[in-house]
């Protein structure tokens, strides 16, 4: 029996042992050949000096990146679940409020990664590293974690959970709260209750919500589709399941303003209130709800103030809630306070690096006509990921805006080149080439999207750039009022839009934005 239990923990007798030796000796005491040392120096250095691991971490700001967890279950159909676990620990993490914690989507491209842990945390600008594997069989579920100093590769704690697939939310907690404590990160009563309420008691509905949230990665038709069934059916199984709630509310707001999916905008936001309504009546407090409220509440109902406060408790209840940054820096900026939204993008821009990239920085920089700087964010953006189409096209607008036509247009002819599907960047190079003067080739652009929306749907929003760059102003009014009646693309942002400059004193304009409160 000693040898299929996992070590014990040498602490528990000898509490004067630093923590680091007792990480150490875990990792090498480990049942799974993987999970121990590559080697007897490797097992010698993380000895040498453990005791120096925490002060190692104190020296900068209390900052951790969960990377994703292994999947070693035989049934590699079995990476969503472990997937959904690294999901669930940095939610449970996230509500540390004296914790920097990076945002999911920034840390699942090192899934499969190459670089060091010293190269991941570099470029993800924290201290610490989470990284774990997970191993299901049946009903039992192994689950390894290990909390490392980057900059020493120094290990500060570590654990090996061997429990029933029912003890996985006692598990998440356990780990959330070890983390706190080797980083010395202090908790109030308030957080440790978040951070160990259960979000389900149906083991079956919690595997089916992991399987609707894996879905709607790919953000395709078909991901959005498949994962709203099972997040539907998570909910028919747990009526009570407030997060898979709000994520169905996410899901249909995005769809409504036109990121995915081919329902009505109407059907999306009645189903989208619905379901962060419902989420907000089982938990008051569920930071994710409430971020979601607020977009609702300027992207659909263009209600400024409502959304503002929603998105302030969103923040108020999840200090890293990446999403609720990234919603509260495009209200302020279409309400056209410009340094309050770069303050908030700056913070979605640290908690998910990888996804937000500086991009709404460049443009909030351009609509706030600083064109040098714009032009330096978002070319520190291409330096990094050259292949980016919404760089190029906002590069392209930088150029145009400092009076530079021909470098515009050619970075938005790079930037159709690179997503040839969007009508977006089609619709912008359509406009860049009215203002240049070029009229044919803007009707030549012009009469490609009427000839794509005989295919499918093309927002109104797109179609306004083009006439919006002709001249043709009361043609574009008429597709901005149609944008504005289906809530389509980012009408909401058109008060201080560069793209609509001309506009700005035609009378439909002015009373179009009455109507979405902004005049």
């Not at 962060?276 to 992207?299: M, T």
Request: negative net charge; glycine residues 6%.
């Amino acid at each position: 029996r000693r040898f299929t239990e996992p070590a014990p923990r040498i602490r528990r007798v000898r509490p004067e042992v630093p923590a680091g030796v007792e990480a150490a000796l875990l990792r090498a005491l480990a049942r799974a050949p993987e999970e121990r040392f590559p080697s007897a120096a490797a097992f010698a250095a993380a000895l040498d000096g453990s005791s120096g691991a925490h002060a190692s971490v104190q020296r900068r700001p209390p900052s951790i990146a969960v990377l994703p967890f292994v999947n070693l279950s035989a049934d590699p159909e079995n990476e969503y679940f472990a997937d959904g676990i690294t999901e669930d620990v940095i939610a449970n993490v996230s509500k540390i409020r004296a914790l920097k914690v990076i945002s999911r989507t920034s840390v699942m491209p090192f899934k499969n990664r190459e670089q060091s842990l010293r190269e991941v945390a570099a470029k993800l600008d924290v201290a610490t590293l989470l990284e774990g594997s997970v191993r299901r069989a049946g009903q039992r579920v192994r689950i390894v974690a290990q909390l490392i100093d980057a900059e020493s590769d120094r290990h500060l704690w570590a654990e090996t959970y061997d429990r029933d697939l029912t003890d996985i939310f006692a598990i998440q907690t356990d780990v959330a709260l070890q983390i706190a404590a080797a980083l010395q990160a202090e908790l109030s009563a308030e957080e440790k209750t978040r951070i160990r309420r259960q979000p389900t008691d149906d083991l079956h509905a919690y595997q089916l919500f992991m399987l609707g949230r894996q879905c709607l990665t790919r953000w395709t038709q078909e991901g959005v589709e498949k994962g709203i069934a099972y997040l539907e059916q998570a909910v028919a199984r747990d009526p009570e399941y407030a997060v898979a709630y709000a994520t169905l509310g996410y899901v249909y707001t995005d769809m409504g303003l036109g990121v995915a999916g081919s329902m009505p905008a109407d059907e999306c936001f009645r189903r989208a209130k619905a379901a962060v309504g419902r989420a907000l009546e089982l938990d008051p407090e569920l930071a994710d709800a409430h971020a979601v409220l607020g977009y609702l509440k300027f992207g659909a109902d263009h209600d400024w103030a409502g959304a503002e406060a929603e998105l302030r408790r969103a923040i108020e209840l999840d200090p890293n809630a990446g999403n609720a940054y990234d919603y509260y820096g495009l209200l302020l900026a279409a309400l056209e306070r410009y340094d309050e939204a770069l303050v908030v993008q700056h913070k979605a821009h640290e908690l998910d690096p990888l996804v937000h990239r500086g991009i709404d920085i460049a443009t909030t920089l351009l609509r706030a006509g600083r064109y040098d700087e714009g032009l330096a964010a978002v070319g520190r953006v291409l330096d990094t990921d050259p292949h980016f189409a919404l760089a190029h096209a906002t590069i392209g607008w930088a150029y145009f805006l400092k009076g530079m036509h021909d470098e515009g247009i050619a970075a938005l002819q790079r930037a159709v080149s690179l997503s040839p599907e969007s009508t977006m960047y089609l619709g912008q190079l359509g406009e860049a080439f009215g203002l240049a003067g070029r009229t044919a080739e803007a009707r030549a652009v012009l009469s490609r999207m009427e000839e794509l929306s005989r295919e499918r749907y093309v927002s109104p929003y797109h179609m306004a750039y083009v006439y919006t760059g002709l001249g043709e102003h009361d043609r574009a009014m008429d597709w901005l009022e149609r944008a504005q009646r289906e809530r389509a693309g980012a009408v909401f942002g058109i008060k201080g839009s560069f793209l609509f400059t001309s506009l700005r004193s035609h009378p439909r304009f002015r009373a179009l934005l009455g109507k979405m409160n902004l005049a």
